[in-house]
């Protein structure tokens, strides 16, 4: 085989700087071949190595009780849930994919994400994704989200698992670079985790799943560049194509495959393929391992070393089996008609050997290959806008004199109207259990005994008869870009508290989390300066919520030519347990008569802005993305989440539902239209609202303000009195603010009255999606 | 009463039918798609997923499996038989119902609770269905347009073979509350012989109230009655 000769350009080409190549030589004590070149490059990259952001995610808080497998040990992290049940859970984002084929690039993401997930042996129960689009007046966006939505749809709803949760977000800071971040979580035993660690010498290493083809070649290092008009038309062929009937057989017969018992480790192919899953079991379980590249199955004729090792063709796994236990895997992969292939051994060598053609094309320590990537420490600086930030005061934004008009334009505002158009296309029921489903604060799963893996022999004695009960897990993503765009700090606060209040809402407490750090090219300064802020408000946040971050993602890079980067988006999944099914949760009045309740000061009256900065409202009615957002008062937040889940236990609590984008006006009109019943008929609910108490605020302020910590609950009449009370006792402002009832939302305010029938409130915020991607 | 509930590649509600009918106090077994035999079946459930991946057309390989052959045997010997989803178009290729389903109108997969108006209850499927009031089951498909021919669908509307159709809240068949275009807003439909049926909602999702909603458990009671009374004439 010819391979180039190895010049200072190809290196460039690969992405590694010439002291990265030093390094390399060092390493290695020779020149690289080919193939090592490549490998080297796509394992050092950012999207495999995390060298630019390793001393920042460090100072995430990644401990806790509840957590088995930690932040960075392992394809995904996993949390105890009680009765030796367990969850796993992870997002991970498929961005530049995305932008170059919506489609494929999407429902990949999604494919990678729930191999993450059974690759820890739990079988996924349950996705969400978080997405990010410029403004859909713009053909190309539609396009772009069209494709995202129906790549996410055919994926996830052919594979057999709820896409239950998410959020959507436009803003123009994302035209051509979308941000598709996807999740999974799976449930298993305690005993079922699975490690991703080639272990035992002299075990034979599979490779099971399609063959491999050139697609998604150096995908991962793809993702690790900026995206220009060039390298997204020449990196069309670095988009993987993604088959999610055959990540079902796999998925199936894997989970099989582990309840014999006889599998040692396993890993996923995902980003880097072949390379990053052998060298990164042997790395973790400190052995080596041999491959032989003329046994992996290939779908084209003539594949280099190079193009074998670094494919990113999907649905493939490496798995580690006991010696003498080979029969096993040809008995179960025959039976769901997939092909597998014995490609290796596990070595004590600690070295990574690969054969092909007879000849050694690669021989690396394994261990530093996947551990010893450089690490840099990039320089951070407060970019210069932040001063008009600052300096931003409302003088300027005259106040609103027609709240019901500006109310109808906030919930018609993409980022707050119904995502109905998009949910509908995901399949967010099957598996039976889906008890919360789109549209409420968080969703919430009910995990069954049958939703567990089946156990090998050995577990099934071990456990018994002893029945698993049922648990309730709720989750939700948020993250607010413009916040984070106009003070990283307090919006990466603010991501997580408000993750954490939609939980609260929902009836649950956090017990982890998983992030997905979005930014632009982090050898900006100024750009960097974001990241470390903004992972500086999360794991303040982090750390306040009991919720330890147990793994996630980083993407950077994400800035498109002209259009500069994306604003910097580090969003974030919490995930929470509700411990009873009765305190489940949702957002919408439920009778006639009941008492309205606002937990929560009306305004933050420290705040120059009164909750305005960075708002949906001066977006959507004035144009304007300025101002310092509103700040978090975590201590404060924390004594609102607890108090709200003691009302909630304590049965009383009927609905409950967050003010988040378009304040209190945007939540209390929710709260009146939000069930949805069946097709085409939804249950409204009119409430009669006062406000008039609040005195010396802005009407704006007051209605569509985004002062945080603040929660619309509604209680019997009988029991308001008393709910307030507790929550003052508890330190929480609390006031009954309304009534529930009729079919119209009056509200009336020290400066006047207005009022809209609820199912005129509930057309725009329904049908303003389906109609801008109908135009 | 035992169910046998089929897997094919990528079915992906198989677990959800096992679950929703041990959940009334039935038994249930999976039956791989290349058995031949479907064991001590009384009823049989073809259930919904991807089968194959749906890569041809819903159903078109699926019905060629192995299994589908006892699966016919049974129907033939007056065995139930019940295809819910990806089951249903799975019967319709198989020609064990009449018709076919194509893709829904607006081109779009559509996860969303329906009303459903039983239109005959006076079958082993519909006999236990509340006959006051529509019935409300999720769907979640991209291929249910009910599709035949006007020489079909007459003989269905005079065997009274049409079982469900959608409607809105108070049980009108509109226009509106059809999610997919299907002729005379056909949900469900049933064979001749009314032991063989296949709809496109899915009672496995709404058999329980902790999902939102559990009217799918009359359709499972029904056949549970139906089995009953026939054990019972047949040891009389």
């Known amino acids: 085989m010819n391979e180039p000769a190895i010049t200072p350009e190809l290196v460039a080409k690969h992405n590694l700087t010439p002291e990265e190549y030093e390094k390399i030589l060092g390493i290695l004590g020779r020149t690289p071949s080919y193939t090592e070149l490549g490998i080297f490059s796509v394992m050092w990259s950012e999207h495999c190595s995390y060298k630019n952001t390793r001393p920042v995610l460090k100072t995430f808080p990644t401990k806790g009780d509840r957590i088995l497998v930690g932040a960075g040990e392992e394809n995904a992290g996993i949390i105890d849930v009680g009765d030796g049940v367990a969850i796993a859970f992870k997002i991970e984002s498929h961005n530049h994919p995305s932008a170059v084929e919506p489609f494929q690039g999407a429902a990949t993401g999604v494919g990678g994400i729930i191999r993450d997930i059974f690759t820890m042996g739990a079988r996924p129960v349950a996705a969400l994704n978080s997405l990010r689009f410029g ?126 018992g006889v599998v040692a480790g396993m890993q996923d192919m995902g980003a880097a393929g072949l390379t990053c899953s052998t060298c990164e079991t042997a790395a973790r379980a400190g052995t080596g391992i041999e491959i032989e590249l003329d046994r992996v199955p290939q779908r084209a ?36 008609d997939l092909p597998w292939s014995e490609i290796g051994v596990v070595t004590d060598t600690g070295r990574m050997v690969v054969r092909h053609g007879g000849r050694v094309v690669v021989d690396v320590p394994a261990k530093k290959l996947a551990d010893e990537a450089p690490i840099y420490f990039r320089d951070s600086k407060e970019p210069a806008y932040r001063e008009t930030v600052r300096a931003f005061r409302l003088d300027g934004i005259p106040d609103t004199t027609a709240p019901a008009a500006d109310l109808g334009k906030l919930l018609a505002h993409h980022t707050i109207a119904s995502k109905n158009w998009v949910y509908r296309q995901y399949d967010h029921m099957v598996r039976d259990g889906s008890v919360v489903c789109p549209g409420s604060d968080a969703a919430v799963i009910r995990i069954k005994a049958d939703s567990l893996p089946v156990m090998s022999a050995e577990l099934a004695a071990k456990v018994g008869d002893r029945p698993v009960p049922e648990k309730y897990v709720a989750f939700t993503v948020d993250c607010n870009g413009t916040y984070v765009y106009l003070d990283p700090y307090e919006g990466g606060k603010a991501a997580v508290a408000e993750a954490c209040r939609n939980l609260a809402c929902a009836g649950a407490v956090p017990v982890g989390s998983t992030d997905n750090l ?60 509700v411990d009873d099914p009765r305190h489940i949760t949702t957002q919408w009045f439920k009778d006639d008569g009941d008492a309205i309740l606002l937990l929560g000061a009306p305004v933050d009256a420290a705040d120059p802005l009164q909750g305005l900065g960075g708002s949906a409202y001066l977006k959507a009615v004035h144009g304007q993305k300025n101002g310092l957002p509103p700040r978090v008062d975590l201590e404060a937040a924390t004594v609102l989440h607890t108090t709200l889940l003691g009302l909630i236990r304590e049965g009383v609590v009927k609905s409950a539902h967050d003010c988040s984008d378009g304040g209190l006006a945007v939540a209390l009109a929710e ?38 910590n603040r929660v619309v609950i509604s209680v019997a009449a009988a029991d308001a009195a008393r709910v307030v009370k507790q929550a003052r006792i508890m330190g929480v402002p609390a006031a009954v603010i309304g009534t529930v009832g009729g079919d119209v939302l009056t509200v009336k305010t020290s400066q006047g009255e207005f009022s809209a029938p609820v199912a005129a409130l509930h057309d725009p915020w329904w049908n303003s999606i389906a109609q801008a991607m109908s135009a | 009463m035992h169910f046998a509930v089929l897997q094919f590649p990528a079915s992906n509600c198989d677990q959800d039918c096992v679950h929703a009918v041990r959940a009334l106090g039935h038994t249930a077994s999976l039956v791989w798609h290349k058995d031949t035999s479907l064991g001590a079946a009384d009823a049989v459930i073809v259930p919904g997923g991807f089968s194959y991946g749906d890569y041809l057309r819903c159903g078109a390989i699926a019905r060629f499996s192995p299994v589908m052959q006892a699966v016919r045997t049974f129907a033939d010997q007056g065995g139930l038989v019940l295809g819910i989803c990806n089951g249903f178009q799975i019967l319709c290729e198989a020609g064990l119902l009449p018709g076919a389903l194509v893709r829904n109108r607006d081109l779009q997969f559509h996860c969303e609770p329906v009303f459903l108006r039983t239109a005959n209850r006076e079958t082993p499927f519909t006999a236990s269905i509340p006959a006051e009031r529509p019935i409300r089951l999720p769907i979640a498909h991209g291929e249910g347009c009910y599709f035949a021919d006007e020489a079909t669908l007459s003989r269905l509307q005079a065997g009274r073979q049409i079982l469900w159709q959608y409607c809105d809240a108070a049980g009108a068949l509109t226009e509106a509350a059809n999610p997919n275009g299907s002729l005379l807003n056909i949900a469900g439909i049933a064979n001749e012989r009314f032991n063989v049926a296949g709809l496109m909602p899915h009672p496995d999702r709404a058999s329980e109230a902790i999902l939102g909603g559990d009217d799918g458990r009359s359709l499972f009671e029904s056949m549970a009655a139906a089995f009953a009374t026939r054990a019972a004439s047949r040891a009389a």
């Open chain 1, 135 to 260: 403004e859909l007046d713009n053909p190309e966006v539609r396009r772009l989200f069209s494709g995202v939505v129906s790549g996410i749809a055919h994926y996830g709803n052919c594979f057999g698992i709820p896409t239950i949760a998410g959020e959507v977000c436009f803003d123009k800071s994302y035209e051509g670079n979308p941000l598709v971040n996807a999740f999974a979580l799976g449930v298993l035993r305690h005993e079922q985790i699975t490690r991703g660690a080639a272990r035992g010498v002299g075990n034979p290493v599979f490779y099971v799943g399609p063959a491999t083809g050139r697609d998604g070649l150096a995908g991962a290092a793809f993702a690790s560049q900026d995206l220009t008009e060039e390298s997204a038309e020449q990196q069309r062929g670095a988009v993987q194509v993604g088959d999610p009937f055959m990540e079902k057989l796999v998925c199936e017969a894997c989970l099989e495959l582990l309840a014999t």
């Open chain 1, 301 to 336: 004729p003539n594949m280099s070393s190079y193009e074998i090792m670094l494919s990113e063709s999907q649905e493939r796994m490496l798995i580690v089996v006991e010696k003498g236990q080979e029969e096993a895997v040809k008995r179960i992969f025959d039976k769901w």
């Open chain 1, 518 to 577: 979005n930014f632009g090219n982090p050898n900006h300064p100024e750009i960097f300066w974001q990241l470390k802020e903004s992972v500086r408000g999360l794991a303040e946040a982090c750390r306040a919520f009991a919720a330890p971050v147990t793994g996630g993602n980083v993407s950077l890079y994400n800035q498109r030519g002209a259009l500069g980067a994306i604003d910097p988006t580090p969003t974030v999944a919490v995930v929470g347990i």
């Open chain 1, 671 to 708: 709260s009146c239209f939000s069930n949805q019943v069946a097709r085409e008929t939804f249950q409204f609910t009119g409430a009669t609202v006062d406000l008039s108490t609040v005195t010396g605020v802005r009407l704006d302020a007051l209605l569509f303000g985004e002062t945080q």
